[in-house]
């Protein structure tokens, strides 16, 4: 992302295309299997929490995806440029405001120790996680934050000159990065106060899964930020520590897509609940139906009552037996 071409009084960083294929490739498959597993179980896509993980996803799938396709289509002209580093730039933004709104939801959830909560909150994570990055990918287009070089067979980059500040980085890049980092740590931290009185003291290492949280937008974005911050103070930062940021802030859609949901926790989860779905229905409809079956699935029913009943019908007179069973088995839970 930062790779540099350096002329007379300006820096080039070059955005467009990927240095390599290999990071935002395994984090565009990872993304593509999260969002497949969500539009195969239905079941899935219901509740706030679900729609925060398909949020996440797709915003990690937009920016992996805009820098996979360039390493197989180069840009082709300004427009083009402008156009992926929109989309890019607006992801990244999304991406990290949805990591920070999950904080805020583990905050509200421990708070007021109800999961609806969340309905209240979703249009403000809404207006922040989506309206106000396309905003931003908006001011992009108007500006010359990326515009189209030739060189090098056609790169997409960031003109720097070498007398003025990089405004336009602090306002697209840095700025909204560095709240949204903030946020998170704030809100989970904040989180993790209230959450750790409620558990008990065997299970304190649930506290440490609170941690992988925030730290996957720390650890994919704190290293760029310290590279574009050693860049405006005019210090040269080394390749290693270029290449490792570079790398990191590409693999963000793959972490997601293990924590946030789990491409694979989820892909089980929808098998397991298709599967049991059309056993829950019909055994629902059978004794309603009057079939055949209907003796069986009452038979089974007495089975589970009796497991609970015979400690009190043991002491129950006879005669009133069958009133005392039919109240009994009223109040039994399933």
């Not at 955005?15 to 294929?21: E, K, L, Q």
């Not at 990872?30 to 539009?39: D, E, K, S, W």
């Not at 067979?153 to 697209?172: A, K, L, N, Q, T």
Request: charged content about 15%; glycine content about 8%; aromatic content about 10%.
């Amino acid at each position: 992302m930062l790779d540099s071409l350096t002329g007379s009084g300006t820096t080039d960083y070059i955005f467009f295309p990927a240095t390599s294929i290999i990071c935002p490739a395994i984090s565009t498959i990872a993304g593509l299997c999260v969002l497949t597993a969500f539009f195969v179980g239905k079941s899935l896509r219901e509740g706030p929490l679900n729609i925060m993980i398909l949020a996440i996803n797709i915003a990690d799938l937009i920016f992996s995806f805009t820098k996979t396709s360039t390493s197989i289509i180069k840009p082709m002209d300004e427009v083009h440029c402008k156009f992926l580093q929109s989309l890019s730039q607006g992801a990244i933004i999304s991406s990290v405001l949805w990591g920070a709104f999950f904080g805020h939801a583990l905050y509200a959830v421990s708070k007021f120790g109800n999961a609806e909560i969340l309905s209240k909150y979703m249009k403000y994570y809404f207006i922040f996680g989506v309206f106000l990055p396309l905003g931003v990918a908006l001011g992009l287009t108007f500006s010359e934050y990326v515009i189209y070089s030739p060189e090098n067979g056609g790169v997409c980059i960031h003109r720097v000159r070498d007398d003025r500040m990089d405004y336009e980085s602090i306002i697209f890049f840095i700025i909204p990065l560095t709240v949204g980092c903030v946020l998170s740590v704030v809100w989970y931290f904040m989180a993790a106060r209230r959450i750790k009185s409620l558990f008990l003291e065997g299970d304190k290492g649930n506290l440490a899964m609170l941690i992988i949280y925030p730290g996957i937008t720390l650890l994919c974005w704190v290293p760029m930020l310290i590279v574009n911050a050693h860049t405006l103070l005019g210090f040269v930062p080394s390749q290693s520590l270029v290449v490792t940021a570079r790398a990191l802030d590409q693999l963000q859609g793959f972490f997601d897509a293990i924590v946030y949901g789990g491409s694979i926790a989820v892909i089980r989860n929808t098998c397991k609940r298709a599967c049991r779905r059309p056993l829950r229905k019909e055994s629902l409809r059978k004794p309603l139906q009057g079939t055949d079956t209907e003796s069986d699935e009452s038979g089974r029913n007495t089975l589970r009552e009796n497991e609970i009943i015979p400690r009190k019908v043991s002491v129950m007179p006879r005669k009133v037996s069958s009133l005392h069973l039919q109240t009994a088995r009223h109040h039994t839970a399933y």
